[in-house]
């Protein structure tokens, strides 16, 4: 049978890019609104800002591993050349941007003496940085040389796959940083989230899965390509509502809120998108005779 797995395979620096980036950048984002919230200490924001690592780590992780595609480094100089005209370049612009504004907010934060005002103003611009960067990569594979890649699913479907592991993982940061209000309000807010996120995805990829079919080119139909695009959409949703299972059971049930749940949570919702970010590259089927 016809698959695509050896394309997925062949791409896999990207499946990671896609699938720890915008869960990364998203959960930065969760973090740094704690961190602004009115009622926290000075203390605790200071805790929070070092803990913004975590995932800024996570997001450092998968733009590093999508690097590794350029071949070589020198090549990055071509890509920003095209910043406005190509979104393969526009993403990797505003990936460049939101790293060394976030790298760099964090760093100012071992400083003797830092500025609150400037510190403040420098985490909402990350964050900013970081929602653009996060949209520029859904919208970075319309290429309408691939016919698969080129439907409104395909933007949609990263930007809620963000939303799905970003607060996931934002959760388990807040906990580990020792944030306390993220085993009430906070933390149900952030997993309720996640929650909703997930069920507009499996159901937008369940109207993906109904069109594969109806995608071809000369030689084969998407469909052909990911001939297990259902159970994969299976395994997402179950991984998904394992992970934000997990927190549910300590935020509204009698289970603690633990490092070790928080970070359980995560990594089953992250593993859940990276088998939807395989299938995605899977799909991968050019117009005319190619795939």
């Known amino acids: 049978m016809i698959s695509g797995f050896d394309t997925a395979l062949g791409e896999i620096t990207l499946v990671l890019f896609t699938t720890l980036a915008p869960s990364g950048v998203v959960a930065f984002i969760c973090m740094g609104l704690s961190a602004l919230a009115r009622g926290t ?10 803990f913004l690592g975590i995932p800024l780590v996570v ?24 910043v406005g005209r190509s979104p393969l370049s526009t993403e990797v612009f505003f990936a460049v941007v939101f790293l060394a504004l976030a790298g760099l907010y964090w760093l100012y934060n071992f400083a003797e003496h830092p500025r609150v005002r400037l510190q403040r103003a420098w985490l909402v611009l990350a964050m900013l940085a970081g929602a653009v960067f996060v949209v520029a990569v859904g ?9 698969s890649w080129y ?34 309000r906070r933390g149900r807010v ?15 990829f369940g109207l993906q899965a109904a069109d ?21 959409i299976g395994a997402f949703g179950v991984l998904g509502i394992a992970g934000i299972g997990l927190d549910v059971a ?18 089953l919702v992250l593993g859940g998108i990276f088998i939807m970010r395989f299938a995605f590259y899977m799909m991968h089927m050019t117009a005319g005779l190619g795939v």
């Open 212 to 232: 594969l079919g109806t995608i071809e080119n000369s030689y084969l139909t998407a469909a052909q390509l990911v001939p297990s695009y259902g159970l994969m």
């Open 41 to 50: 200490s000075d203390a605790m924001r200071q805790r929070l800002n070092v």
């Open 190 to 204: 952030l997993v309720v989230v996640a929650a909703l996120a997930l069920a507009a995805n499996v159901a937008t």
């Open 250 to 267: 300590a935020l509204w049930g009698r289970a603690r809120l633990s490092v070790a749940r928080t970070a359980g949570a995560a990594a």
């Open 151 to 184: 439907t409104v699913y395909v933007p949609v479907n990263l930007v809620i796959n963000a939303l799905v592991g970003g607060p996931v993982l934002a959760v388990a940061g807040l906990r580990i940083a020792g944030y306390e209000p993220v085993a009430g």
């Open 139 to 147: 919208f970075a594979y319309a290429a309408d040389t691939i016919v």
């Open 59 to 82: 997001a450092m992780v998968g733009l590093v591993a999508s690097a590794t595609h350029l071949g070589n480094p020198a090549n990055a100089l071509y890509v920003f050349i095209g």
